[in-house]
Nanobody, 125 residues
Framework: VQLQASGGGLVQPGGFLRLSCAAS????????VGWFRQAPGKEREFVAA????????YYSDSAKGRFTISRDNARNTVYLQLSSLKVEDTAVYFC???????????????????WGQGTQVTVSS
């Protein structure tokens, strides 16, 4: 499966963005999809994920209450709605996909076999 992330940009603190992860080449509805981010000089960290079967969602503590992950299987797309953005949310955001993930592994980057190219989110006044 190939993934294409888009929707990043420059936004002021408190603003919002919607990131998209468009997939092609696989049975998308069977894939779990996660969003990760990496800021300069920091390790890649988990943000949110949606499970392929059933669509359960998972969030990091920093994302809970501010970010919302959703998927449209008809469009082979997963979205990440970012709101109440903070300067510390600045990072490159990556989407990733994997199959047969179990709940305990959803937050680990190594669980995902397919990655998109990343989209830059910059929060600055």
């Amino acid at each position: 499966v190939q993934l294409q992330a888009s929707g990043g940009g420059l936004v002021q603190p408190g603003g919002f963005l919607r990131l998209s992860c468009a997939a092609s080449g696989g049975a998308f509805r069977t894939y779990s999809v996660g969003w990760f981010r990496q800021a300069p000089g920091k390790e890649r960290e988990f943000v949110a994920a949606t499970k392929g079967s059933g669509g359960s969602t998972y969030y990091s503590d920093s994302a809970k209450g501010r970010f919302t992950i959703s998927r449209d299987n008809a469009r082979n797309t997963v979205y990440l709605q970012l709101s109440s953005l903070k300067v510390e949310d600045t990072a490159v955001y990556f989407c990733a996909a994997g199959q047969r993930l179990i709940t305990s592994t959803m937050t680990f980057a190594t669980s995902y076999g397919y990655w998109g190219q990343g989209t830059q989110v910059t929060v600055s006044s």
